[in-house]
């Protein structure tokens, strides 16, 4: 069974340049827990994660040392997200992404995902986005395979 069986071809992506805000809203919208990001050619560039947002509101080392961790004032970074909101995707993604190919077998994807504790990822064929894997996709193949009889031996 190959990822390109079971993965979703319809996938929401975004783009370097766009600002954080409209990303946050999808992902509050729509509950994306992250979406790919492409360049004008569909080549997968990157990923913008909750995560990624989040960490911009974390204190810095810097403000940690000088001021201990009981000195930083937490409410003052959380006000700052309006100021995450006005940054581009391209500052906070995570560049050169892991993906998978299409062509690879279903069980060798779900381990890169579990060796990195991803529960989805970006497939790609020569570099063009063309699909994402979950591990709910993983599984549900997998069930389906087994009750149907259907599965390769």
């Known amino acids: 069974m190959k990822v390109g069986d079971v993965m979703s ?3 929401r992506t975004v783009q370097p340049g766009q600002r ?3 990303v946050a809203s999808l ?3 729509y509950r994306y827990h992250g979406l790919p990001v492409v360049d004008d050619a569909g080549r997968l560039v990157g990923v913008v994660a909750e995560r990624d947002v989040l960490h911009s509101l974390f204190p810095t080392i810097d403000s940690l ?3 201990g961790m009981h000195g930083v004032d937490l409410d003052r970074q959380l006000e700052t997200y309006s100021e995450v909101l006005e940054r581009s995707v391209e500052e906070l993604m995570t560049h050169s992404p ?3 190919d299409p062509e690879m077998h279903l069980l060798r994807a779900a381990t890169v995902m579990v060796r990195h504790n991803f529960r989805r990822i970006p497939v790609t064929e020569r570099g063009r986005l063309v ?3 979950s591990l709910g996709d993983v599984h549900k193949a997998i069930f389906h395979a087994n ?4 599965l390769a031996r």
């Open 27 to 29: 992902m509050c919208l």
């Open 20 to 22: 954080i805000l409209e």
């Open 147 to 150: 009750i149907t009889g259907s």
């Open 9 to 11: 071809r319809e996938v």
């Open 65 to 67: 040392v000088a001021e």
């Open 98 to 100: 892991i993906s998978v």
């Open 131 to 133: 699909g994402m894997l």
